[in-house]
């Protein structure tokens, strides 16, 4: 049996890979899946029960488990998440809750017990993932894989801008800073750490328009879906 398709977008935080996937599902007509809020539901639903963020045991256990929905949104693109029956789509998106993502991540047997979650995001007429391991670990015979690219302090005033729009505080030094901080542990990690596949276009975004970028990966993959 033949899979349905699968484009990933790997990359740091804060790059764009989430506007880009949801660029290319609108135009394609594909699934996303948003990995990294897979690691935010699960870091939320530790701190509630206040589970240590240590304990590999409990955490793998827990994400085997998670009662989560992902319900899309389609007039705004956004995707509610509603964990246990109560809505944290926006808890989720706290600088806080990415932390504690990052800290969960870390952890093997969390990424094996996330792994059947999402492969089951691969259904017809395709899938586009965005995350840091889609491309080498997820789905390692993904139909065109994209690496994304930009420099922390891009990243950390694009973060600036999203939070701010939103009505969340921020402040670019503490931003900046976590981000830096995130890239090292997410990159140092001995399981599946953030780097580009062999086989990924990779796009520096630094100083270019999501625009530009979507017109470039469109471009690239026409000759192969
Ligand atoms: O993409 P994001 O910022 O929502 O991800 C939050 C954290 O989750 C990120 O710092 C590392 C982790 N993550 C991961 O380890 N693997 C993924 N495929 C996606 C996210």
Redesign the pocket.
């Known amino acids: 049996m033949t899979l349905p398709p699968v484009i990933t977008i790997?990359g740091p935080?804060g790059v764009g890979?989430?506007t880009v996937m949801l660029r290319l599902a609108a135009h394609l007509g594909w699934h996303t899946l948003?990995?990294?809020?897979?690691?935010?539901v699960l870091a939320c639903a530790a701190q509630a029960r206040k589970f240590s963020l240590d304990d590999e045991p409990a955490l793998a256990e827990l994400a085997l488990n998670l009662d989560v929905q992902f319900i899309p949104d389609t007039a705004s693109g956004e995707t509610r998440v509603i964990l246990d029956g109560v809505e944290v789509s926006s808890q989720l998106r706290t600088e806080t809750t990415?932390k504690a993502?990052?800290q969960v991540?870390v952890f093997p047997a969390v990424?094996t017990a996330l792994l059947a979650r999402q492969h089951a995001f691969r259904q017809v007429p395709g899938l586009i993932a965005?995350?840091?391991?889609?491309g080498t670990v997820?789905f390692p015979d993904a139909t065109f894989k994209i690496f994304m690219t930009a420099s922390a302090e891009e990243r950390a005033q694009r973060r600036y801008k999203q939070l701010k729009e939103k009505g969340i505080d921020a402040n670019i030094e503490s931003l900046t800073a976590e981000i830096a901080q995130?890239d090292q542990?997410?990159s140092s990690r001995s399981a599946?750490p953030?780097k580009a596949a062999p086989d990924a276009l990779v796009i520096d975004t630094t100083g270019i328009s999501i625009e530009q970028v979507v017109a470039q990966i469109l471009t690239a993959i026409s000759a192969q879906i």
């Open positions: 790997d935080s890979k989430g948003d990995s990294g809020a897979l690691y935010r990415a993502a990052s991540a990424r965005d995350g840091r391991d889609m997820v995130r542990r997410d599946a953030l």
